[in-house]
């Protein structure tokens, strides 16, 4: 393949993704800055392994390097990692309190909604997430990925998906708490 086709074919395939690989980096980096250099080398490892392309899901291909390219990037720039202790308490809370749960959930997420600053509101809780969470929560809610394709971006099995959507939804919960009393 000539340079320019192979130019022409990543532009069709990968350039057209360049705002959710943004969005992504931006969400795990926490900075804009940081994530345009994230995004930047994510896209020239695209660039550089574009043979390995299968023809599968062009943008979880694409999205798995930026993920892959933020944790090279936290390595080298950041020695400390964030962690969550598991609290089985809350974890093990029977289906008809976490149905409560989630509908007192939604009733409050539709009231913040309507508030004026919902939005920032909603993304200073999701700053406060680990990493590993706050990938999950953006892929699913934000970039609209199925189980599967999130599953596929983190190398990890869908059930690990599921748990930490699970886990996610319930640290946004908390950290949104306080919020939700005030109102």
Do not use: C
């Amino acid at each position: 393949m000539n340079e320019q086709s192979r130019n022409e074919k990543f532009e069709r395939l990968f350039v057209t993704h360049l705002d959710a690989a943004y969005d992504l980096a931006r969400w795990l980096t926490r900075d804009e800055r940081n994530a345009e250099d994230v995004v930047q080398e994510a896209f020239l490892r695209a660039i550089k392994f574009m043979d390995g392309f299968r023809g599968e899901n062009a943008r979880v291909w694409l999205l798995a390097i930026v993920r892959n390219t933020y944790y090279t990037w936290l390595r080298k720039n950041y020695a400390h990692g964030q962690s969550v202790p598991l609290d089985e308490e809350s974890m093990s809370a029977d289906d008809s309190e976490a149905s409560y749960a989630g509908n007192e959930a939604s009733a409050s997420a539709e009231h913040l909604l309507h508030q004026k600053d919902a939005k920032r509101l909603i993304n200073q809780a999701l700053e406060q997430l680990p990493d590993e969470f706050r990938e999950v929560i953006v892929l699913r809610e934000l970039e609209d990925l199925s189980y599967k394709e999130i599953a596929a971006v983190a190398e990890i099995p869908i059930g690990t998906v599921m748990s930490r959507l699970a886990r996610a939804r319930k640290l946004l919960l908390q950290h949104l708490q306080p919020v939700r009393q005030e109102a």
